[in-house]
Nanobody, 125 residues
Framework: QVQLVESGGGLVQAGGSLRLHCAAS????????MGWFRQAPGKERESVAA????????YYADSVKGRFTVSRDNARNTLYLHMNSLKPEDTAVYYC??????????????????WGQGTQVTVSS
């Protein structure tokens, strides 16, 4: 079992930047892929980004490509989401999730076995 704790959310103006952190404990961090998801009020949860166990493979939703970067530090058991050029439509609760395998085959929620509690990101216009 993996325990995940997100941090780094907050209020930022459009065009600004934030960096989210996800601290992991439990299973060996370098043995599984990781993902970021988000859920805005009244909307379904959507995938944002994912990264393989060693960082060699990444995935981004079209809506965040070129603006967000996912990375990980296996020595620190930490996942990051660097968010630049933020837009009001990026406002959501952001969740990190631990994959079941070293690579993330798809961004289906069923590929992820553990979830954090979420951190709020609010982008003002």
């Amino acid at each position: 079992q993996v325990q995940l704790v997100e941090s780094g959310g907050g209020l930022v103006q459009a065009g600004g930047s934030l960096r989210l952190h996800c601290a992991a404990s439990g299973r060996t961090f370098s043995s599984y892929g990781m993902g970021w998801f988000r859920q805005a009020p009244g909307k379904e949860r959507e995938s944002v980004a994912a990264i393989s166990w060693n960082g060699g493979s990444t995935y981004y939703a079209d809506s965040v490509k070129g603006r967000f970067t996912v990375s990980r530090d296996n020595a620190r058991n930490t996942l990051y989401l660097h968010m630049n050029s933020l837009k009001p439509e990026d406002t959501a609760v952001y969740y990190c999730a631990a994959g079941r395998y070293p690579y993330i085959p798809t961004m289906s929620a069923s590929e992820f076995g553990s979830w954090g509690q979420g951190t709020q990101v609010t982008v003002s216009s």
